[in-house]
């Protein structure tokens, strides 16, 4: 009957509290009033297929696209919930290592090893009381102390009894207690845990949150009173860790609807669809999809807004340079159904010229201001051996396209004849010749005391 009864409360919670209401006052008071069954030991095998049945809804969910992702558009995800499938399904929970730290209470079990001048393993339960009954020692109240603290007790009560003896104590079976997973879970309703399960683990045993649930404003209501709000986000944009609630029987982790969402597109580091808070800027959508890319265009965000519940309207936000994007950035609120769109850099790349062709250094240079050709054969090692002097070309770009060639006499060039040297222009391409790609491949080079000693054609 105890069970079919927490069934009811369950079912209650889900039917009152899936469509975004508050959990009625009085089955919330009736939860922190009411006391709980004793705990019972875990059934493993159950509590294997209930998991397995909760990864596969998970996992089901996370495979088609939410009413949120069809309404914002643009192809986007939302962000962060595609935790709970990869997370370790919480069947070795109870094998998880206990801290000094830990509060014994009702139910945990204690085992004592004793050797020496007596041999014995003793395997106490904490009663409902809180106490445990030590041979010879008698009665320890452990309830509410620290798990240090008890072993410490046990410790210095045995020997205080006995003597030649060397004692150890350990934690067995973890007690266990009802929780409540109300709201947007994929499978909401009673789940059994140990004091060693947080939030985010008791999320994961009931599948997780659905893509209609907020991940910034979860709920842990405290049987004892009280309520404790936990923001993921905290976890999954800043790495930072969450608040630390201890869980007891009877609290409630209630995930209410989601909040207003935004996505963010184009040049980013993580697109997606983030849940927002109030009063959150462009800049602060930027934070969450972790920083702009290096070729963002940020002279101008487009922005897609539901104007008036009727239609979506096109806003671009222009800015001068980057203190400007980051203080009107800054002021720009973002509302619920934005979709932003950074876009990219111009294709291509600027503020370069070209040298090809028998230099040392041949390849693309940065285009300084007041560079010539001859500056561009300095920066790359001067000509090599067997150069054509006669003529270079220059190949300067027109756009669409075309090019306009241009000649020199690198001969004259090179002995000083400023005419020639012609001021550069973005995008040139400077070509050198060697005497093989110009001249005929049959001829002779006549050099020495002659009046026109060069490379001549071999004739038969």
Do not use: C
């Amino acid at each position: 009957m105890r069970s079919v009864a927490l069934l009811i409360v369950g079912l209650l919670f889900f039917n009152g509290i899936s469509g975004g209401q508050q959990i009625p006052r009085e089955i919330l008071e009736k939860l922190k009033t009411e006391k709980l069954q004793a705990p019972q030991a875990v059934d493993t095998a159950g509590l294997k297929k209930e998991v397995e049945k909760a990864r596969e809804a998970a996992l089901s969910e996370t495979k088609t696209r939410s009413v949120i992702e069809k309404s914002i558009g643009g192809g986007l995800s939302q962000f962060g919930y595609d935790i709970f499938p990869s997370m370790p399904i919480a069947l070795t929970f109870q094998n998880i290592p206990v801290s000094p730290d830990y509060v014994v209470g009702p139910s945990d079990n204690l085992v004592i090893y004793i050797w020496g001048n007596i041999n014995q393993q003793l395997s106490l339960t904490v009663d409902r009381d809180g106490k445990i009954v030590l041979p010879e020692a008698g009665v320890l109240y452990v309830w509410g102390k620290r798990f240090s603290e008890v072993k410490s007790l046990i410790i210095e009560s045995l020997k205080s009894h006995y003597s030649g003896i060397s004692v150890e104590v350990s934690l067995g079976a973890l007690r266990t207690f009802p929780i409540y997973l109300m709201g947007e879970v994929v499978n909401p309703g009673i789940y059994k845990v140990t004091p060693l399960i947080n939030p985010l683990q008791a999320l994961t045993l009931a599948g997780g949150v659905r893509k209609t649930g907020s991940l910034r404003k979860i709920e842990i209501i405290k049987s004892a009173g009280g309520r404790v709000t936990l923001d993921l986000y905290k976890l999954l944009v800043e790495g930072k860790e969450l608040p630390d609630v201890v869980l007891e029987g009877g609290d409630i982790i209630f995930v209410p609807p989601i909040g207003n969402v935004a996505g963010i597109a184009g040049a980013v580091k993580r697109p997606a669809i983030y849940e927002l808070k109030d009063g959150e800027s462009l800049y602060d959508l930027i934070e969450l999809a972790g920083g702009l890319l290096p070729t963002a265009f940020i002279y101008r965000v487009q922005v897609d807004r539901v104007v008036e519940g009727e239609r979506r309207s096109v806003l671009d936000v222009e800015f001068r340079d980057q203190e400007d994007f980051r203080n009107k950035g800054g002021k720009f609120i973002v509302e619920n159904g934005d979709l932003v769109s950074i876009a990219t850099i111009l294709p291509g790349r600027w503020n370069f010229v070209t040298i090809e062709g028998n230099v040392h250094k041949p390849g693309d240079y940065e285009l300084k201001k007041g560079w010539r050709v001859l500056d561009l054969i300095d920066a790359a090692l001067g000509v090599k051996k067997g150069t054509f002097f006669k003529n270079a070309e220059i190949y300067r770009y027109l756009g669409e396209g075309r090019r306009e060639l241009l000649t020199f006499n690198l001969e004259k060039l090179l002995e000083g004849d400023s005419t020639q040297n012609l001021e550069l222009e973005q995008w040139d391409i400077v070509r050198i010749y060697s005497e093989d790609e110009v001249l005929p491949k049959d001829s002779v080079r006549v050099v020495g005391a002659v009046r026109k000693p060069g490379r001549y054609p071999l004739l038969e």
